[in-house]
């Protein structure tokens, strides 16, 4: 019912969607955050992303679990990248399935925006004239 991963691999949207994949579900959303090349008008040339791993994992399968109950979903897959990220990189997958579109939609955004909130991941911004942490979190 739940796939929870923080990889130093790159991430497969595939993988994440054949995870929520069932005959008996109606909706799944997927959400695939991708490493952009710009921010605020400065060219990025790459992100890195460190994470406090155990609590990382331990946060993540919270919210997967509280997302689950409060939409009723029937299956969540949330993998997070760490580690030194290029442009169009993938650093998160979200894809949950449930037995509408409504609530894998509403599930989905609740997801990414509460992962953004609460876990222990972070984002160093590399520009060609410095870096910036962003954040406590992605």
């Not at 222990?120 to 060609?128: D, L, R, V």
Request: aromatic share 8%; charged share 25%.
């Amino acid at each position: 019912m739940i796939d929870i991963q923080l990889l130093h691999t790159p991430l497969s949207e595939k993988a994440c969607l054949d995870f929520v994949k069932t005959d008996d579900v109606g909706g799944i959303v997927v959400f695939v955050g991708t490493v952009r090349n710009q921010t605020k008008g400065k060219a990025v040339i790459r992100l890195d992303f460190e994470a406090y791993e155990p609590m990382a994992i331990s946060e993540m399968r919270k919210i997967a679990i509280l997302a689950v109950e409060q939409f009723s979903l029937k299956k969540i897959s949330l993998h997070h990248r760490v580690g030194t990220l290029d442009v169009g990189e993938i650093p998160v997958v979200i894809a949950v399935s449930s037995a509408h579109r409504k609530a894998a939609f509403v599930a989905c955004e609740f997801v990414i925006d509460t992962l953004k909130e609460t876990v222990p991941i972070w984002k160093k911004e590399i520009f060609e004239d410095g870096e910036v942490w962003v954040s406590a979190t992605p």
